[in-house]
């Protein structure tokens, strides 16, 4: 068993903490919303809260037990309900796939027993088979954790979205190592040069990571920083544009709406927003948003021609390199990580919010779907979402590699996503 996070090796007994820590952190985050906000629905591009705790175990049932092992599930209509989410272009689109929901104490009793069925299958059953499309290199094992791992952030945009009076707070599950030195507010020149997108090797990837792509990108210059809130006040003070997502006013100040209370805006925090807002701030400066291939140049790339593991060269990530991991809830000053600055001194490429791309997202040429989620990618391959690049405070180290890739539709603004400027 290969995966980019464990480079020295993974046996079954660290498969099977993965497992266990990745569903302790879900639990956890269930006990955000109140009980009486169980069946809310925060965001009405997305299923209600009440989804995510069936889909979770049940798609692990799915993938692992049914259909890379080829048994028996535990509740069939409950593995049909909660098999898979929605994404919808408008509310309008957003159906449910029920009117009736099960009872939390039912749902929660399908998960205890899916994770006694998931845990017997990661101790005893042959997981890494390589006879069998789903189980080679333990495909489906990995599918099944990183899936869960990717809705943890999901449940928080959820969360984000409920009344304070709704949830209960809860304190960040990691400390951080946060550092802030001098701040420099400039574009810094990256030369012409090759990139590497996608995975190479053996190691876990999802589908749309491969075949990896060597690209050529010319000479551009980047942004040294992500775009702060104070920065976009000034275009949005200059333009009349709406505000982001995340900000509200309050007594005639703007504020920040942090998942457990509202702030005083933090001008020198990064902006979230949607791709086409990030475009427009950017055109009123006259410059544009990077490519992938600029992204991965600005972030892995050296002077030497040399490409790296991480920005911050090839240890794996830690609570010093960046805003990730459930360090803080919230995004925090730029450049308060000078541990993970790239080759270039470009800060926060990786944490303190998913950077928006203008790249359409697309298959690499060879691509191949997934056996165990073959449906993962290619249904977004529409020309309607964008790729994203780094991670946000609340994505987990383990999904942190050069070759993984997000996407999001352009206008959807719940997402912790920032951007930097770039210009030819």
């Known amino acids: 068993m290969r995966h980019a996070a464990f480079p020295d090796g993974l046996n079954r007994d660290r498969l099977i903490d993965w497992y266990r820590d990745t569903r302790r952190i879900t639990r956890e985050l269930f006990t955000i919303p109140k009980a009486e906000a169980y069946y809310d629905r925060p965001v009405p591009l997305r299923n209600p809260i009440v989804f995510y705790e069936g889909h979770l ?107 304070y009076e709704r949830k209960n707070p809860i304190a960040p599950f990691r400390r951080s190592a946060a550092s802030r030195g001098d701040v420099v507010k400039d574009m810094v020149r990256i030369p012409a040069g090759e990139a590497t997108l996608g995975g190479s090797g053996n190691d876990f990837g999802w589908d749309n990571e491969f075949p990896p792509m060597r690209v050529e990108a010319g000479e551009f210059s980047i942004d040294r920083h992500d775009v702060t809130n104070g920065d976009y006040l000034e275009f949005l003070q200059a333009t009349g544009a709406n505000p982001p997502h995340f900000w509200t006013k309050h007594d005639g100040a703007w504020q920040w709406r942090g998942l457990f209370e509202l702030q005083p805006l933090p001008l020198d925090a990064p902006v979230y927003v949607t791709h086409d807002e990030a475009g427009a701030y950017a ?75 203008s790249t359409v997202f697309a298959p690499f040429p060879g691509f191949e779907a997934m056996s165990s989620y073959p449906q993962y990618s290619a249904d977004f391959f529409d020309g309607k979402h964008y790729v994203m690049k780094g991670a946000s405070p609340v994505t987990p180290p383990e999904l942190i590699r050069r070759s993984f890739r997000n996407w999001f539709r352009p206008s959807y603004p719940y997402a912790y996503a920032t951007f930097r400027c770039a210009h030819d």
């Open 283 to 357: 055109a009123w400066r006259g410059k544009r948003l990077p490519s992938e291939s600029e992204y991965h140049r600005a972030a892995f790339g050296t002077p030497s021609g040399e490409e790296r593991l991480f920005p911050w060269e090839s240890s794996q990530p830690d609570l010093s390199r960046g805003n990730f991991g459930f360090a803080n809830w919230d995004p925090v000053a730029i450049g308060s990580y000078p541990a993970g600055a790239s080759a270039w001194g470009i800060h926060d490429l990786v944490g303190n919010g998913w950077e928006w791309t």
């Open 57 to 163: 175990p049940a798609f692990a049932i799915n993938t692992l037990i049914k259909l890379a092992l080829k048994h028996g599930g535990i509740d069939p209509e409950f593995e049909a309900l909660f098999a898979r989410g929605i994404d919808p272009e408008d509310e309008d689109a957003a159906q449910m796939p029920t009117d009736f929901w099960p009872s939390r104490e039912d749902i929660q009793a399908y998960g205890r027993d899916a994770d006694d069925l998931i845990f017997h299958a990661l101790c005893d059953g042959p997981i890494d088979d390589g006879t069998v499309p789903q189980t080679r290199n333990a495909e489906a094992a990995f599918t099944v954790i990183e899936h869960e791992q990717m809705h943890q952030e999901t449940l928080l945009y959820l969360f984000h979205e409920l009344p």
